[in-house]
């Protein structure tokens, strides 16, 4: 099976007035995504989007790794677009750092890292025989998302390698389940909010865990049963500002796993303390619940908002 490669740019001197923090990543895998260098201005938080399709034929991701830079990266991810072409070719690149931005109301998350580890590197490490499904023609998003904390300009580069499998090879297909709301708004001093999905299917999951922003203070995910019984799957009492990045995850072994019901589900409860004078809006501030789901093709959202 042939699998198309991304191009891959190398390190060298770009003559970027600021302080280089590239790095030069090791290579894995057989499917590479290498967006170009990004230039962050001093004191900002940026999130920039590439463009590239998938010109393969039909395959399962089976793992992956996602770099960026240690100190500076927030998240690096990749999600199916809708966005057109001729608005956005292959490898154009956009500012994506404010909500509604096109095509970011047009998109689903696609892969998302199942070990999340420090050093600017999550992977995802699915179960033998499980992947995530990638088909032939299929456009995909690679957001980079950066924060300079520093008074000067810095160039930095991420980047995604993953191992795709022939669709023979895989046993299970799994998708990421995302449930949130992106209609927040976080007053300033003690705010909270609790998010409500149903199940329209039976499923299980491999792990899941909880996201906020450096102003989230708890969180916590009920699991409302069809008997009306409620459980407490997942909790963090404290919520450090580094679980931004690193939250705690929750994984279910074969032997023991989360099983859901259709018609039942899950509320998840943010509580924060914004100390600064404005609302914090989406996507300064999060509330979601997070995870991967099996037997399932496509990704399952589920957004209040909407």
């Not at 199940?199 to 299980?204: A, G, I, V």
């Not at 459980?231 to 859901?260: C, G, K, M, Q």
Request: hydrophobic residues 35%; proline residues 7%.
């Amino acid at each position: 099976m042939l699998f198309l490669l991304a191009c891959t740019p190398e390190i060298g001197d770009t003559g970027f007035e600021g302080v280089d923090e590239r790095r030069d990543y090791p290579v894995e895998g057989n499917y590479h995504l290498a967006p170009p260098d990004i230039e962050v201005p001093a004191y900002t938080d940026q999130a920039v989007c590439w463009f590239t399709t998938y010109e393969g034929e039909d395959v399962g991701v089976h793992d992956g790794v996602f770099r960026q830079h240690e100190d500076y990266g927030h998240h690096v991810i990749v999600m199916r677009t809708k966005a057109d072409p001729d608005d956005y070719p292959d490898g154009s690149v956009f500012d994506c750092t404010e909500a509604g931005s096109l095509p970011m109301t047009d998109m689903e998350p696609f892969v998302l890292p199942s070990n999340i580890v420090e050093g600017g590197e999550n992977r995802l490490d699915l179960p033998d025989g499980m992947a995530n499904k990638m088909k032939s023609g299929e456009r995909l998003l690679v957001q980079s998302h950066h924060i300079n904390y520093t008074g000067e300009p810095i160039l930095v580069n991420d980047r995604i390698d993953l191992t795709l499998l022939p669709t023979e090879d895989v046993d299970t297909w799994a998708a990421p389940l995302v449930h949130t709301n992106t209609d927040i708004a976080v007053a300033p001093g003690e705010d909270s909010m609790t998010v409500e999905c149903t199940f329209e299917e039976d499923l299980t999951f491999l792990y899941l865990l909880g996201h906020m922003h450096e102003w989230g203070t708890s969180f916590s995910l009920d699991h409302n049963k069809l008997d009306g019984s409620t459980e407490r799957i997942y909790e963090v009492e404290v919520w450090e500002p580094l679980f931004r990045d690193l939250a705690p995850v929750t994984y279910y072994e074969e032997s023991a796993p989360l099983s859901v019901l259709a018609g039942e589900s899950f509320t998840t409860t943010c509580h924060w303390y914004n100390d600064t004078d404005e609302v914090l809006g989406f996507p300064a501030e999060m509330c979601v619940s997070t995870g991967i789901v099996y037997p399932q093709t496509v990704p399952i959202i589920c957004d209040e908002s909407d």
